[in-house]
């Protein structure tokens, strides 16, 4: 949990600056050139340390699906991560029957509570099943219902609290009820949804926070019916969830979306599946028989895409060939914006009294290696 890291430039304000860092029981105690303590040291040998990725929507990757997965299959998972620079992750639950949802949550909240030799499991992510069956994506549609909010309350106590986001779309009964009741509690994105713009409107006034997966299984926008694309557009604190994959978004949309929202309200995020990591062949997502081709995942059914093969390092380096941004501007889409969302602030950030998270990148901004709490869990 002690660590020196020497000769590196590391990114603190926006910026690189030439600087070592020293972890201390698993907490960034100093950040400064020339620093010297009693602790085991790792040479950066100039590379680039960043805080370490923050995967806030994942359903899997290395042949892992979270719905189905044991804890070991989670510590499977979180290595695997870590490999590419992500330091924690939220385990996205998809819509599933409420007994498999109960027992992915009971085995996901026994793996937070577990050393996992990689990224630290941060929460739950509930992705539906209050969702619009006319924008289900992978959803499936006969476990997609109508807004519970008992429900919610029995999830979030049976995972003791760890459900730290959901997604939701407004439209569907009962679910501004729900909104309203837990937004104070964790944070609620709308997504899979046609919902028109007075209610996504209201969804937000009630305290939606994000939105999943911008652009990709909502109604888009329409000069006279703006619908919650446009609401979402509209609306300068909502977070936009982007799957910067070259698949579900093209680098203009990108673009786009940067410019309209700000570096500071975008988190870049995978939406990955159990395929990530692994060749084309067939998979699960879910319920879901899923078949990868080209690394692009497609409901065996014919039913569209089915989440991605997307990791958080070739996101990063997919936003400096997609954008017109710099580096240095855009590494907070995948560190510290999703804290702030998440509401962790001792993530994202290489400042005194954070967690001890980073992520070394080479010139080529490929893992070098991964520090979790002080601990190297991969080296290239």
């Given at each position: 949990?002690?660590?020196?890291?020497?000769?590196?430039?590391?990114?603190?304000?926006?910026?690189?600056?030439?600087?070592?860092?020293?972890?201390?029981?698993?907490?960034?105690?100093?950040?400064?050139?020339?620093?010297?303590?009693?602790?085991?040291?790792?040479?950066?040998?100039?590379?680039?340390?960043?805080?370490?990725?923050?995967?806030?929507?994942?359903?899997g990757g290395c042949n892992v699906d979270v719905n189905a997965a044991t804890p070991e299959d989670i510590r499977t998972l979180a290595r695997f991560f870590a490999s590419h620079g992500t330091t924690g992750f939220l385990t996205s639950v998809l819509t599933d029957t409420e007994e498999q949802t109960s027992l992915a949550i009971s085995r996901i909240t026994q793996a937070m509570h577990q050393?996992?030799?990689?990224?630290?499991?941060?929460?739950?992510?509930?992705?539906?099943?209050?969702?619009?069956?006319?924008?289900?994506?992978?959803?499936?549609?006969?476990?997609?219902?109508?807004?519970?909010?008992?429900w919610v309350r029995r999830c979030q106590q049976e995972a003791g609290g760890a459900i730290r986001y959901m997604t939701v779309a407004p439209e569907v009964e009962g679910v501004q009820d729900i909104i309203r009741e837990f937004s104070g509690e964790f944070a609620i994105a709308i997504g899979h949804s046609g919902a028109d713009y007075a209610t996504a409107k209201e969804a937000i006034a009630n305290g939606a926070k994000a939105c999943t997966h911008t652009f990709n299984g909502m109604r888009l926008f329409h000069q006279h019916q703006p619908a919650i694309m446009g609401a979402v557009l509209a609306s300068p604190d909502v977070y936009c969830e982007a799957i910067?994959?070259?698949?579900?978004?093209?680098?203009?949309?990108?673009?786009?979306?940067?410019?309209?929202?700000?570096?500071?309200?975008?988190?870049?995020?995978?939406?990955?599946?159990?395929?990530?990591?692994?060749?084309?062949?067939?998979?699960?997502?879910?319920?879901?028989?899923?078949?990868?081709?080209?690394?692009?995942?497609?409901?065996?059914?014919?039913?569209?895409?089915a989440g991605s093969t997307l990791t958080m390092d070739v996101a990063l380096r997919n936003l400096t060939k997609f954008t017109s941004c710099s580096l240095e501007q855009l590494i907070p889409l995948l560190t510290e914006n999703p804290a702030n969302l998440i509401g962790l602030p001792c993530k994202g950030r290489l400042e005194p009294g954070c967690d001890g998270d980073f992520v070394l990148l080479d010139d080529e901004l490929k893992v070098a290696a991964t520090v979790v709490g002080g601990e190297i869990v991969y080296r290239a």
């Open positions: 949990m002690n660590l020196l890291l020497k000769n590196a430039q590391v990114y603190r304000d926006h910026r690189f600056e030439p600087a070592d860092l020293l972890i201390r029981d698993g907490k960034v105690e100093a950040v400064c050139p020339d620093l010297s303590a009693e602790a085991p040291v790792l040479d950066a040998g100039g590379k680039k340390c960043l805080p370490g990725f923050l995967d806030i929507h994942t359903h050393p996992t030799g990689g990224a630290r499991v941060l929460g739950i992510h509930l992705e539906g099943p209050f969702l619009s069956p006319d924008y289900k994506g992978a959803m499936p549609e006969s476990l997609l219902r109508k807004g519970d909010a008992a910067c994959d070259g698949r579900h978004l093209h680098p203009g949309t990108v673009e786009m979306l940067l410019q309209c929202k700000g570096l500071d309200r975008v988190v870049a995020i995978t939406d990955s599946i159990q395929a990530a990591g692994l060749p084309d062949g067939n998979y699960k997502l879910g319920v879901n028989d899923v078949v990868v081709v080209n690394g692009d995942a497609q409901l065996a059914n014919g039913g569209g895409r």
